[in-house]
């Protein structure tokens, strides 16, 4: 009915990463090694940046008027409203940016004004693959963006940090200090990937549980899960990993500036992304734009894929009966084995079938390492894992065709 466990051992080691296939994609292919993984194994590395982010600047408050200011850019009180004192700009080849200008009164009476802006700063660094900004530019794309909005609302407006601290006199030049003058209260952190193994679907990990997560979403497309998002509550960050190339493939049916850039993505372009709030900036320590950099950046996307269990083993449904198989299961064994487990983990009632075929089956289970309590998720069917380290997805066993 089946092979001996040594005959399989030596036919398939399920668990051993081969240097026989490739995972392809659009980046450089390079062979690497991680020593917090088994022997080496091709990979494909992906991009890693940022994806939004919201800064504030305070304004000299004598420089500026609000209602100029947004007609400039193209923000009326007809479309938005004279109460919101904000909106979406529309200054034309330019990127999309949200502004909102806030007034507070200081302790001694005066009246100050800051502008929020909200952007992705990948588009201020656009590129055929819609890669995310790179960390160590982020800084000098705020820059750009706030030079960009003054230059259309007001040239003669004056940023606080424009500002003589002793003399209050304006200054020819930005100060080098100028990024510790600017909040920044929202943050999204990206990491791309390339999959080119067909065992790998989304949903395969819509029952994760990352740390603090409350719920999960999952929008579908067709009868495909192409995002699956973790939230907590609203001072929480939310995480997501989606399909990137057929979220794009879904917009540039509407979206002929894509194509005029020559956009093209590839299947199997995975995203993670983390979108952190205001407490998740204070406690890492980001709520001043002078400290987003990229050392202190990475090491939050690192510890926040840690709380995602996103990089933990793969489990694939058809990797698990194709396993079964090579190891000389038959298909009814396989099929009925499949059943059983599903039945167990779905709280379902298995059909009855008598005692002694039950035993029967319970040893062949036994024979090719299947451990019943573990359900479907089988550590010793495992095929890969999404590696933030290598910027990777690793395949830790070969694709298995039983019947060739």
Same mark, same amino acid.
């Given at each position: 009915?089946?092979?001996?466990?040594?005959?399989?051992?030596?036919?398939?080691?399920?668990?051993?990463?081969?240097?026989?296939?490739?995972?392809?994609?659009?980046?450089?292919?390079?062979?690497?090694?991680?020593?917090?993984?088994?022997?080496?194994?091709?990979?494909?590395?992906?991009?890693?940046?940022?994806?939004?982010?919201?800064?504030?600047?305070?304004?000299?408050?004598?420089?500026?008027?609000?209602?100029?200011?947004?007609?400039?850019?193209?923000?009326?009180?007809?479309?938005?409203?004279?109460?919101?004192?904000?909106?979406?700009?529309?200054?034309?080849?330019?990127?999309?940016?949200?502004?909102?200008?806030?007034?507070?009164?200081?302790?001694?009476?005066?009246?100050?004004?800051?502008?929020?802006?909200?952007?992705?700063?990948?588009?201020?660094?656009?590129?055929?693959?819609?890669?995310?900004?790179?960390?160590?530019?982020?800084?000098?794309?705020?820059?750009?963006?706030?030079?960009?909005?003054?230059?259309?609302?007001?040239?003669?407006?004056?940023?606080?940090?424009?500002?003589?601290?002793?003399?209050?006199?304006?200054?020819?030049?930005?100060?080098?200090?100028?990024?510790?003058?600017?909040?920044?209260?929202?943050?999204?952190?990206?990491?791309?990937?390339?999959?080119?193994?067909?065992?790998?679907?989304?949903?395969?990990?819509?029952?994760?549980?990352?740390?603090?997560?409350?719920?999960?979403?999952?929008?579908?497309?067709?009868?495909?899960?192409?995002?699956?998002?973790?939230?907590?509550?609203?001072?929480?960050?939310?995480?997501?990993?989606?399909?990137?190339?057929?979220?794009?493939?879904?917009?540039?049916?509407?979206?002929?500036?894509?194509?005029?850039?020559?956009?093209?993505?590839?299947?199997?372009?995975?995203?993670?992304?983390?979108?952190?709030?205001?407490?998740?900036?204070?406690?890492?320590?980001?709520?001043?734009?002078?400290?987003?950099?990229?050392?202190?950046?990475?090491?939050?996307?690192?510890?926040?894929?840690?709380?995602?269990?996103?990089?933990?083993?793969?489990?694939?449904?058809?990797?698990?009966?194709?396993?079964?198989?090579?190891?000389? @299961? *038959?298909?009814?064994?396989?099929?009925?084995? +499949?059943? =059983?487990? &599903?039945?167990?983990?779905?709280? $379902?009632? %298995?059909?009855?079938?008598?005692?002694?075929?039950?035993?029967?089956?319970?040893?062949?289970?036994?024979?090719?390492?299947?451990? @019943? *309590?573990?359900?479907?998720?089988?550590?010793? +069917?495992? =095929?890969? &894992?999404?590696?933030?380290?290598? $910027?990777? %997805?690793?395949?830790?066993?070969?694709?298995?065709?039983?019947?060739?």
């Amino acid at each position: 009915m089946y092979k001996s466990l040594n005959v399989a051992d030596n036919a398939h080691n399920l668990n051993e990463i081969t240097e026989e296939y490739s995972n392809r994609g659009s980046f450089v292919d390079i062979s690497v090694q991680d020593k917090d993984d088994a022997p080496s194994c091709r990979l494909v590395t992906g991009s890693r940046g940022a994806d939004k982010i919201a800064i504030h600047i305070g304004f000299d408050p004598d420089s500026v008027q609000i209602l100029d200011f947004l007609a400039n850019l193209g923000i009326t009180s007809e479309t938005n409203g004279e109460q919101n004192l904000g909106g979406v700009i529309a200054i034309p080849g330019e990127p999309t940016m949200h502004i909102k200008w806030r007034e507070s009164l200081m302790p001694n009476g005066d009246t100050r004004y800051k502008l929020r802006m909200e952007f992705n700063p990948s588009d201020f660094r656009k590129n055929s693959l819609l890669a995310p900004c790179p960390f160590k530019d982020l800084i000098q794309v705020c820059r750009e963006a706030i030079e960009l909005v003054i230059s259309h609302g007001d040239p003669t407006a004056r940023p606080e940090f424009m500002l003589d601290e002793e003399t209050a006199e304006l200054l020819d030049e930005w100060p080098s200090n100028w990024p510790s003058k600017v909040a920044c209260t929202r943050l999204d952190l990206t990491q791309d990937y390339y999959v080119d193994d067909p065992r790998f679907q989304l949903s395969q990990l819509k029952y994760r549980r990352p740390i603090y997560a409350r719920g999960t979403t999952n929008h579908i497309n067709g009868k495909r899960i192409n995002t699956v998002t973790h939230v907590g509550s609203e001072k929480y960050a939310k995480m997501k990993i989606y399909d990137k190339y057929r979220e794009h493939k879904k917009r540039s049916k509407k979206n002929d500036e894509n194509r005029k850039l020559g956009v093209n993505l590839q299947p199997g372009h995975i995203r993670y992304e983390v979108s952190l709030k205001y407490k998740d900036m204070k406690e890492y320590g980001l709520l001043s734009l002078s400290l987003c950099k990229e050392p202190r950046l990475l090491k939050v996307l690192k510890a926040q894929w840690t709380k995602s269990t996103y990089g933990e083993p793969l489990f694939s449904d058809e990797h698990f009966m194709n396993s079964l198989l090579a190891l000389g @299961v *038959s298909v009814c064994d396989a099929t009925t084995i +499949f059943y =059983y487990l &599903h039945c167990r983990d779905t709280d $379902q009632e %298995f059909i009855p079938i008598p005692d002694r075929t039950l035993r029967e089956l319970r040893r062949t289970m036994k024979a090719v390492g299947i451990r @019943v *309590s573990d359900g479907l998720t089988q550590d010793n +069917f495992v =095929y890969g &894992h999404f590696s933030l380290a290598q $910027q990777a %997805f690793v395949v830790t066993a070969p694709l298995v065709q039983p019947f060739k």
